[in-house]
């Protein structure tokens, strides 16, 4: 049954990641933390777009969320976005969720914004931290796209 499962979740991942045509966003996700065995994964896409004549995209924090816990547990989370060349942390969303026992989630969308596309193809970061209901915040787990490319 863990076997299938995983298997499931893995398929899920791939069919996300991998864009169904050329204007899709693809998922790309960062390093891993954890706490009070509760772990998170930051995850961002960045889906890009025309509006008139000027190119745009939509930058989307995303979070892939493990309890590894004998039972369920309600989890915060909180997601910033910026762009990281001179730009300064805004908070993209914020929310809970219940998690089953021993179970992942996700990739659950946190929050979007869209930007202009800049002259320089400037990085775009988001990062992500959650905690178990009553405990204590995870270090933050990030991921950064460059998705203006002409």
Known sequence: M???AATAGA???TALALPADAHAAAIACGGAVS???????GCISAE???DGRVFMR???AHAVITNSRAHATYVDYEAYFRIREGGHWVKL?????????RSTIGPIELGNSDRVCGPVNATAEIRVHVRPAGGAWSN???AATKQCQT
């Open 93 to 101: 969303g914020n929310g809970r969720t219940i998690v089953q026992r």
């Open 48 to 50: 890009r777009w025309k």
């Open 35 to 41: 706490t009070q065995n509760i772990g998170a994964q």
């Open 58 to 60: 939509n930058i989307t």
């Open 2 to 4: 863990k076997q299938l």
């Open 140 to 142: 933050w787990s990030g």
């Open 11 to 13: 398929a899920l991942l």
